[in-house]
């Protein structure tokens, strides 16, 4: 089978998705998304930034 050729999107296909997006959230909903994508992104590199020592050290000093 040639499974290789579904896995380029082209132009025209990310262009319909665009639209499909601004029409499904409209174009003042969409910044408060990617807002809170890039959030999500930065806690889950701070996260495996974190040493796990340390995460344990304050789990004991809490108690």
Known sequence: MYTSN???I???EIII???LVLLLFGGKKI?????GLG???KEFKDGQRED???KTN??????
């Open 17 to 19: 998705i665009v639209i």
């Open 10 to 12: 082209g132009t025209q």
């Open 31 to 35: 910044p408060e998304l990617m807002r």
């Open 39 to 41: 959030r999500g992104v």
């Open 6 to 8: 579904l896995l380029f």
């Open 58 to 63: 304050e789990k004991t000093n809490n108690q």
């Open 52 to 54: 796990p020592a340390d």
